[in-house]
């Protein structure tokens, strides 16, 4: 089994595409630290959330915000200008948890439109009705 979990923070606002067949997907990359100090080490996993999720969690995952994500991980190698050769580790997420307070991942304003009346909790699949349940 392929599974990778990844604590840290987005990089930059997520970015809503969709495919050629109207397939929605929601793309962003959250930073994973190791080590400390003078050994601190920066690791960026670019992360993908497709179909529905991808619409409704977009407008929540903000440059800064504190998430986990789950996944099946893949890896990418790309030649950059000066002719070294890169690997992108890349993320095709399953679960998305939103870490910190509610006001860090207030949503942004979307090119998609939110459904009428706005969104309800039991829209959001990452939403925690029981905050004392994950303590």
Known sequence: M???VVAGN?????????TKAGKPVCGFSVAMDSGWGDNKKTNWVKCSIWGDRAEKLAPY??????VTVSGELSTSEWTNKDGELKTDLQLNVREVTLQGSAGEHK???AS????QGGLDDMD?????HDRNMYI
């Open 2 to 4: 392929n599974l990778l």
């Open 10 to 18: 987005i990089g930059s606002d997520a970015e809503l595409r969709m």
């Open 61 to 66: 995952l903000l440059k800064g915000g504190k």
């Open 107 to 109: 949503p942004a304003q």
């Open 112 to 115: 998609v439109a939110a459904p």
């Open 124 to 128: 959001i699949p990452f939403a925690q």
